[in-house]
């Protein structure tokens, strides 16, 4: 049984696949011959580890990795092997590798795009993309926000040399700042995409994220979820509107989801903390 769900950011096609398996497997990967392809494994069950292979008959040589992580370059035929694998869970990525480059302002390639990679291993890029397929069921609007810096940061991790020094990251100017939280506030709680506000900033998408944390403390998407947060206060406080239309006011898919997010942001339900401050 195999069953697949998908969503876009940034210019990345993401997708997350979940089989189940009784023994012996082997199978064309599907995929756009245009674009490159990464992928990772998350969960697998069996006797034997699934490979990617060059060709049916072409056992990978390389040595079982937990977490491992692979990259094919775009045209390069692949196949899926396992003696006896009983589920697999896994995430792939599809893009086009220069113009991702080019949309995140990413200019200091090292060109490994070009150059297939099976079964490497790199914790953060693995963690990055855990995140990311975990995102793509969520209809939040602050979901977009938070899979295009995802998306942004497993982009620069492919691409950019590592940062020699940490704690200087170069912080939004005031127009710059004071801009980004105008049209976040004016645009709530309608999703809002990373890359129109780096063109906002003039910046790249990875620098803007890198430079909104330094000047906030927070990420795009964590402070536009605290400022519905604090919006959805506002309506607590000050109307008599009930939960189901909070919710729907400052963007929560219904009541229930609105009461876990504030409550895991504030530590009370909704009705609590109304019930604590009105008291």
């Known amino acids: 049984m195999f069953t697949s769900i998908n969503r876009s950011w940034n210019g990345m096609h993401v997708e997350l696949h979940e089989y189940t398996c009784t023994g012996r497997i082997l199978f064309p990967v599907e995929r756009s011959h245009e674009l ?3 992928a990772a ?3 697998e069950v069996g006797r034997d580890y699934i490979q990617a292979r060059l060709a049916p008959n072409k056992p990978n040589p390389l040595a079982y990795k937990p977490r491992s992580l692979y990259i094919a370059p775009a045209d390069m035929p692949l196949w899926a092997h396992s003696a006896d694998a009983r589920y697999l869970k896994c995430a792939t990525i599809n893009f086009d590798a220069s113009l991702l480059q080019q949309r995140l302002g990413i200019s200091d390639a090292l060109g490994l795009m070009d150059i297939p990679r099976f079964r490497f291993t790199d914790e953060r890029l693995w ?3 855990r995140l990311l397929t975990d995102a793509i069921g969520d209809a939040d609007p602050s979901a977009q926000l938070y899979g295009d ?3 942004a940061a497993i982009a620069s991790k492919l691409f950019e040399r590592p940062r020699e020094t940490k704690g200087s990251e170069q912080k939004l100017s005031p127009i710059q700042l004071r801009d980004a939280m105008s049209f976040l506030e004016a645009n709530m709680p309608a999703r809002v995409e990373l890359a129109t ?3 906002l900033a ?3 998408q990875s620098h803007y994220s890198r430079a909104f944390k330094a000047s906030t403390g927070q990420a795009p998407y964590r402070w536009q979820l605290q400022s519905r947060v604090e919006r959805a206060k506002h309506l607590l406080l000050n109307t008599n509107r009930g939960l189901q239309d909070v919710a729907e006011a400052t963007g929560f898919a219904d009541a229930v989801h609105f009461g876990r ?3 895991k942001m504030t530590g009370a339900t909704p009705a609590a903390w109304r019930t604590d401050m009105l008291t």
Request: proline share 0%; glycine share 4%; charged share 15%.
């Open 36 to 38: 490159t392809w990464l």
């Open 41 to 43: 494994q998350l969960e």
């Open 127 to 129: 963690t990055l993309i």
């Open 197 to 199: 506000l780096a063109e």
């Open 149 to 151: 810096s995802l998306a």
């Open 202 to 204: 003039g910046l790249s």
């Open 261 to 263: 997010t504030f409550r």
